[in-house]
């Protein structure tokens, strides 16, 4: 777990910012970033200035990290995005939100999306009553998300919903702790998304 952590924190100061991959440890004073804020190395300081090309591929890999998505995935719903009405790159991030193991990490069933994606893998949860354990499943206006009934004893469910009482919930989702039910009440829009993506240059790097 140490190794995975300082893994984590050098690739946030490779990229030049937080991204959010290692749960609570990124909005602590422990965050590599917080400090250090350069790149691993001792031209970690001196870095040449990005070419429209990185620019561009930089903000699509941080997508990609934000949301545990591979690339062949990617692409994939980037050309779901094009088929949607409306701006493509807004629908790109919708899309990205909208996976069963975002929304586990956004109700606060998990601590990060990486163990949010491990425990759907697990089967612990499941979508209008039937088990999912598919992490990329795409939920829709009006799906229930609840945690299994032989996983509501578990001591580290209990831990991670105790340390995630105070985190706020997106308004387009709906949690209920008491029957630890979740429900996505709405598609989200572009101002629910709080992370620092630009999602034009994915387009733009996309449309070459």
């Not at 004893?153 to 985190?167: M, P």
């Not at 706020?168 to 702790?177: D, F, H, S």
């Amino acid at each position: 777990m140490a190794r995975y952590t300082d893994a984590v924190c050098k690739l946030c100061r490779r990229e030049g910012e937080k991204l959010f991959l290692k749960g609570d440890r990124c909005y602590s004073a422990k965050c590599s970033i917080v400090r250090r804020n350069q790149a691993p190395g001792d031209h970690g300081q001196s870095r040449r200035k990005r070419s429209e090309y990185g620019t561009q591929l930089r903000e699509k890999q941080k997508a990609k990290r934000y949301y545990c998505v591979l690339e062949n995935q990617f692409h994939h719903y980037f050309e779901l995005a094009t088929k949607k009405k409306g701006v493509t790159g807004e629908n790109l991030l919708i899309i990205l939100e909208s996976r069963l193991d975002n929304i586990v990490y956004r109700l606060g069933f998990a601590m990060s999306r990486p163990e949010a994606r491990q425990l759907v893998t697990h089967g612990h949860f499941t979508v209008n009553g039937k088990k999912v354990d598919i992490p990329s499943y795409l939920c829709k206006a009006g799906d229930v998300i609840a945690l299994k009934d032989s996983s509501r004893s578990s001591d580290k469910f209990k831990a991670v919903l105790e340390a995630n009482s105070a985190k706020p919930v997106p308004q387009w989702l709906e949690m209920n702790l008491e029957t630890l039910e979740g429900k996505v009440v709405t598609m989200p829009t572009r101002e629910d998304v709080d992370l620092p993506i630009e999602e034009h240059y994915i387009v733009e790097l996309y449309s070459k």
